[in-house]
């Protein structure tokens, strides 16, 4: 079955010492001590000074800053996302978080203020809920054509190539879930 977000972080931060070779009390030192103050540059140093994979990197940078995009709260940072005026469209993330999860172990959901990245060694995809009744899904498949659906991004995100525009749980079939795996795979 897939992991939740929360479940997946958690099952990183319990296997970092098997994984890295540190527990994260050890690796916060480490990042205190490199005496960078930027998460790019942390996890920039503790890839290439440490061997650290991105997913991990990562988790250590966002809980060394304690950032909004911190792993420790994630589902405050998505319920936030879809409160009030948005809460409708809740179920249309859901049903991609799982969906995406059932890529591989090496896929990371990381929520931000306004929209949820989603991350294998690079960025392929984002979701996010852009209007009251609407959630856009960027995707980074640089090259392909645009068709009715899988729009060029334009001015949506310049992060990634296409956007497809979401109005319910529905949406989320197996075309967009193809376009997302294809992403997942170049990533």
Request: hydrophobic share 40%.
């Amino acid at each position: 079955m897939a992991k939740s977000p929360e479940e997946m972080a958690a099952a990183m931060i319990a296997n970092m010492k098997a994984n890295t070779g540190k527990t994260l009390p050890q690796w916060l030192k480490v990042t205190k001590a490199c005496g960078e103050s930027k998460h790019g540059a942390i996890v920039k140093h503790l890839k290439s000074e440490h061997g650290v994979t991105h997913g991990y990197a990562n988790t250590i940078a966002h809980m060394h800053l304690k950032s909004d995009a911190s792993h420790a709260a994630p589902d405050n940072l998505v319920g936030a996302q879809y409160a009030a005026k948005k809460a409708d469209l809740r179920p249309i993330y859901d049903k991609l978080s799982k969906a995406i999860a059932r890529f591989g172990a090496d896929v990371e959901l990381a929520p931000k203020k306004a929209y949820v990245s989603l991350r294998r060694s690079k960025q392929f995809g984002l979701i996010q809920p852009s209007t009251a009744t609407r959630v856009d899904v960027g995707i980074n498949l640089k090259g392909d054509a645009p068709t009715d659906r899988l729009e060029a991004s334009g001015s949506f995100n310049a992060m990634v190539s296409h956007r497809v525009r979401l109005a319910s749980a529905a949406d989320v079939d197996k075309q967009l879930i193809g376009w997302l795996r294809e992403a997942y795979d170049r990533a």
